[in-house]
T-cell receptor
Framework: GQQVMQIPQYQHVQEGEDFTTYCNSS?????IQWYKQRPGGHPVFLIQ?????EVKKQKRLTFQFGEAKKNSSLHITATQTTDVGTYFC???????????FGEGTQLTVNP | EAEVAQSPRYKITEKSQAVAFWCDPI?????LYWYRQILGQGPELLVQ????????DSQLPKDRFSAERLKGVDSTLKIQPAELGDSAMYLC?????????????FGPGTRLTVT
């Protein structure tokens, strides 16, 4: 069956360092979304990736979808304390299926 | 900016009691979702509505959970009877059909504690 792993589970960085979280699937995905959840808050949509090899940027955030549509990553350049939170990937096996979320990567940033 | 409203924000109940949560999606959003989020995990979809129709309730424990969206606007999720394992955050989300249907907007959630 479908197996998607999100790694790492936790990441502690010094402010200014880079951060990357990965979602890796055993099967091809239709699309993948990324959400951020601040401590005590609710998930907030960041981006959706649909095409093979797609790369999208939002200021310091870079999102990639692998060529085989089995892997995705979120990279933050020069982290800031405002980046603290849990980053979730959510995927769909087919375009009409439910969105399934990963376990999340909890990011802490030391000032 | 329009937001998804949920109430109550916090609920403490004893096991075997009934509990209900309410959600008002962003105006005009046809799709409404109820998720359960256990601490340290990602949200898990319980039920998805398209207007007033259920399109996915495969993960809803139907022996104790029920959800309705009678007029295709606001929605209620009920648990009866509540069990200790139901303690979690219950999140409501909504999404539009046009111009895109994929971005989900989450409400603040209802944190349920069952004692």
């Amino acid at each position: 069956g479908q197996q998607v792993m999100q790694i790492p589970q936790y990441q502690h960085v010094q402010e200014g360092e880079d951060f990357t979280t990965y979602c890796n699937s055993s099967t091809t995905l239709s699309n993948i979304q990324w959400y951020k959840q601040r401590p005590g808050g609710h998930p907030v949509f960041l981006i959706q990736l649909v095409k093979s090899g797609e790369v999208k940027k939002q200021k310091r955030l870079t999102f990639q979808f692998g060529e085989a549509k089995k892997n995705s990553s979120l990279h933050i350049t020069a982290t800031q304390t405002t980046d603290v939170g849990t980053y979730f990937c959510g995927w769909k096996e087919t375009s009409g299926s439910r969105l399934t979320f990963g376990e999340g990567t909890q990011l802490t940033v030391n000032p | 900016e329009a937001e998804v409203a949920q109430s109550p924000r916090y609920k403490i109940t004893e096991k075997s009691q009934a509990v209900a949560f309410w959600c008002d999606p962003i105006s005009g959003h046809a799709t409404l979702y109820w998720y359960r989020q256990i601490l340290g995990q990602g949200p898990e979809l319980l039920v998805q509505f398209q207007d007033e129709s259920v399109v996915d309730d495969s993960q809803l424990p139907k022996d104790r959970f029920s959800a309705e969206r009678l007029k295709g606007v606001d929605s209620t999720l009920k648990i009866q009877p509540a069990e200790l394992g139901d303690s979690a955050m219950y999140l409501c989300a909504s999404s539009s059909t046009f111009p895109s249907s994929y971005e989900q907007y989450f409400g603040p959630g209802t944190r349920l504690t069952v004692t």
